[in-house]
Structures are given as structure tokens and as C-alpha cells.
């Protein structure tokens, strides 16, 4: 341990005036076995410093084959490792110069020892969650219906929110959210996903139903549909297939749904475009228009990032593209899309990769970095920035 007269001595020697300095002068020392592989520091903004101080639990996620994340209750993080020339020293007990009395007269030493050294720290970036693993693993086993003749229902592959937590990259409200965003249902505990199919089926009961009472689309009984369902299907599946594509409300204390417009004209554009390749656009938009509920219109404005228009060929077409079914990396996407067409218009693209912004961030920053624009015929078209393998 270092005395006053020495370090005053070494003072003397870098010609440093003493009554410049602090009047307490802490000495460093390393302690035993100190590795630089004792800890780990990670840079918090202000936001996760609060969720931290207020007792909030931060947790990584990510499986062996994963780039890790951090997850608070509601966002994601991205964790990357971060150089420094400066080496890091852990030093419990050591004081700044905010902390250290000014009132202090005479000069005198105190030791603090060096826990732990580093010349890295975790860098914590907001991300989108990482979701789209989500879908696949509700897929392994779907919920088709109710089994049959008192057959056991399947319940292997299936999960519970405490499951879908330690398998997803995603904080639980990011989640919840996108549960609701998939049509998921818990069944017994365990969150499924309905087989398409089945799905199609509990809501042609509902519009069948509509049409055969003469209900307006803004105004579907919960209890009436529920009473007249409920021998083919289960009632709870009837009325999740309500809060999936209606909107609840109450009125003369009965509940009522309002049909979103949009939503049923998009899964049923889905379903006829499921079994093509690709589809001729004017007989596709005459078959889409009979297909749906008297009083619903059709407009190809509600099949951005589920369909795409071919207006180049002759005759135009349209086929199934859906964004779910995209990669979720950000250069694979765009990979991915240039491989399906050379050169994209700006209105074509960009539903294709909103989802792909970060915070801050707009497509036409995405489109800038990674593809790059032309004229043609007098109309902006981005094509890739590097060549396309197929």
C-alpha cells in the first residue's frame, strides 16, 4: 500500500502541483485472481436504467443457433459486443470527485482494490422482435376443430405463453400483441393457431348465418350467432372468429360485432389465390367480389403485402405474396424480392418491407441502402445494389 510521502513523491516527479488535486488521493491495487472474464458490462440508456431501478427484470433470449436479445416486459433489444482502447476497471467502493467531500483540509490516502477489468462492454440497440418463429411453431400441430367420436385431442407441439417465452425473441407484451395479430387462441391453456382451412370454415358459418337472417355487416348478435352455431361448431370458436375479424361493441345491453370490411375481404382474396399460381386479374376481382358478404366491396388496396398485381404481363395477373412468408432478416428480404422481380416500383415494395423499419426509421431510408433507383417509362424502379444468385 502506497503512504502519503510516496505519493507525494510521485507527485513531484510528473510535476504536478498537489493543491490542484483532490485532498483525498485514492491509490489503486490489484486484487487476487482478477480476470477479465469475472464480468460483463452492458450500456443501458435512460429508459432501461428506470425499468431497472423501479426492481423491473430485463431478460436474454435466444436458443444455441440465435443472435441473443434483451427483452424488458414490452420491447426488444439487439445485445452486440463493443471494443474499447481504455481498459475498464471494476472497483466496488471507489468515489468520483462529485462524491468526495470539498471541505476536506488535509491531504490523505485511501486504497480501493480492482475487481474485475474489461475492454468490452454490451451495447443494447431497440429492435423489432423477432416473430416470425412464431407462426412455425404453432404450426407443428394446428387446431383443426374439435376431435371426433370422443377421440383425445393432440396435444403434442403445443405451448403455453411460459413455452412461447422461452422459445421467442420477443419481450411478452411484443408477444401477446402478435398473437392476437396471427388469430392464436388458447385452448386448454395452450396457445394453437387455427388450421386456415378450419378458419375459412368458422367464418363462412358466421356469413352464411348473415345472409340467411339478412344482418347488416356492422351488426352480428353475439348471443343469436352463438345459439344458432353452436351445433356445428364450439361456441368459443365462434366467437373468437368474431373478435378476429369484427369489431365487439354493446348495445341495449347485448353484444353486437361489426364485420371489418377489410380484414374479410383479405383472407377471403387468400383463400381463392391459395390454390393458384397466378391468377388473371380482371376474373380474379369478378370471382373475389361474389365470394364475399352482400354489402362488402372489393379493392385491391386491401391486398398490400398479401398479393401482388403483375400489371406488365398481358393479361395482368395477380398471385399470392404474402409478407409473413418472407425471410425476416432485412438483406434477405430484399434478396428475396429482387430474386421475384428484377425491378420494383416504390408502391409495389414498399409493403414488403414496412415492417422491416426500426425506430426512426422509413422505407425509403431501407430502399436507399439497399437497393438502388432508375427511370423507367418516366416511373422511379429500384432494383438490388449487387447481383441476384438464384
Known amino acids: 500500500m502506497r503512504t502519503l510521502e510516496e505519493v507525494q513523491a510521485t507527485l513531484e516527479i ?33 429508459t432501461l436504467c428506470k425499468h431497472i431501478e423501479a426492481g423491473d427484470s430485463l431478460v436474454i433470449r435466444g436458443d444455441k443457433d440465435e443472435h441473443a436479445v434483451l427483452c424488458s416486459g414490452d420491447k426488444t433489444y439487439d445485445l452486440k459486443i463493443a471494443d474499447t482502447s481504455n481498459l475498464l476497471l471494476f472497483l466496488p467502493g471507489c468515489k468520483t470527485s462529485e462524491q468526495l467531500s470539498s471541505s476536506q483540509e488535509i491531504t490523505h490516502v485511501v486504497h ?62 411484443e408477444l401477446k400483441n402478435h398473437l392476437k395479430t396471427i388469430h392464436a387462441c388458447q385452448i386448454n391453456g395452450r396457445w394453437r393457431v387455427l388450421d386456415f382451412d378450419y378458419e375459412m370454415k368458422l367464418l363462412g358459418h358466421v356469413t ?42 354493446n348495445q341495449n345491453d347485448k353484444v353486437f360485432y361489426a364485420l371489418d370490411e377489410a380484414k374479410v375481404c383479405r383472407v377471403t382474396a387468400v383463400m381463392l389465390l391459395k390454390n393458384a399460381i397466378k391468377f388473371n386479374l380482371m376474373e380474379f376481382q369478378e370471382v373475389w367480389q361474389q365470394s364475399v358478404p352482400d354489402g362488402m366491396r ?93
Open 14 to 46: 510528473a510535476k504536478l502541483n498537489e493543491d490542484d488535486l483532490q485532498k483525498t488521493i485514492q491509490c489503486l491495487s490489484f486484487g487476487e485472481n482478477v480476470s477479465s472474464a469475472d464480468y460483463c458490462l452492458m450500456e443501458l440508456d435512460n
Open 298 to 390: 372489393t379493392s385491391l388496396d386491401q391486398l398490400k403485402s398479401v398479393a401482388l398485381v403483375d400489371c406488365t404481363s398481358r393479361p395482368e395477373t395477380i398471385c399470392l405474396l404474402q409478407v409473413e412468408d418472407l425471410p425476416e432478416n432485412t438483406l434477405e428480404r430484399f434478396n428475396h424480392l429482387f430474386t421475384l422481380r428484377e425491378k420494383w416500383t416504390e408502391e409495389d415494395i414498399t409493403p414488403y418491407i414496412a415492417d422491416l423499419c426500426g425506430e426512426k426509421q422509413t422505407t425509403g431510408a431501407l430502399l436507399t441502402k439497399y437497393a438502388r433507383s432508375s427511370m423507367q417509362h418516366g416511373v422511379k424502379v429500384f432494383n438490388s445494389r449487387r447481383p441476384i444468385v438464384t
Open 208 to 249: 352464411q348465418l348473415m345472409d340467411s337472417e339478412s344482418w347488416a355487416i356492422d351488426k352480428v348478435p353475439l348471443e343469436t350467432s352463438l345459439e344458432e352455431l353452436s351445433p356445428l361448431e364450439p361456441r368459443e370458436m365462434i366467437e373468437h372468429c368474431l373478435n378476429c375479424y369484427g369489431l365487439r361493441y
Open 112 to 173: 480501493a482494490q480492482v475487481w474485475g477489468l474489461c475492454n468490452s462492454y454490451w451495447e443494447v440497440k431497440r429492435q423489432r422482435p423477432k416473430v416470425k418463429k412464431l407462426m412455425r411453431v404453432l404450426k407443428e400441430n394446428s387446431y383443426t376443430g374439435p376431435p371426433l367420436g370422443g377421440q383425445q385431442e393432440n396435444t403434442e407441439n403445443t405451448y403455453t405463453m411460459a413455452d412461447l417465452l422461452e422459445k421467442i425473441q420477443a419481450s411478452e407484451e
